[in-house]
Nanobody, 119 residues
Framework: QVQLQESGGGLVQVGGSLRLSCAAS????????MGWFREALGKQRELVGG???????VYADSVKGRVTISRDNAKNTLYLLMSSLKHEDTAVYYC?????????????WGQGTQVTVSS
């Protein structure tokens, strides 16, 4: 089993920046891909981006150019750096981990961290 714990969420102003972290523990050697998703109130969970098993980094069009995803394997941590934040970035952000190549088929999910963008 793998446990994922997100952190770094909070209240930020429009145009500001925020870095989220996702720390993995447990059977981390089974993780091959990791990703970030978000779920706004009343909307379906959507992809933010992630890192595939071969190291490719994929971003959703809605955030491309404003976010950077990175992974520190030594710390078993996935990061999401967001900048130029907009109201529509307000959501609960979840990280996931996959035993397979594709993080969109995540096997494990964190509890989420709230990001609120205000004026």
């Amino acid at each position: 089993q793998v446990q994922l714990q997100e952190s770094g969420g909070g209240l930020v102003q429009v145009g500001g920046s925020l870095r989220l972290s996702c720390a993995a523990s447990g059977s981390v050697d089974t993780i091959r891909a990791m990703g970030w998703f978000r779920e706004a109130l009343g909307k379906q969970r959507e992809l933010v981006g992630g890192i595939t098993a071969n190291g490719n980094i994929v971003y959703a069009d809605s955030v491309k150019g404003r976010v950077t995803i990175s992974r520190d394997n030594a710390k078993n941590t996935l990061y999401l750096l967001m900048s130029s934040l907009k109201h529509e970035d307000t959501a609960v952000y979840y990280c996931n981990a996959a035993k397979g190549w594709d993080f969109t088929r995540g096997d494990y999910w964190g509890q989420g961290t709230q990001v609120t963008v205000s004026s």
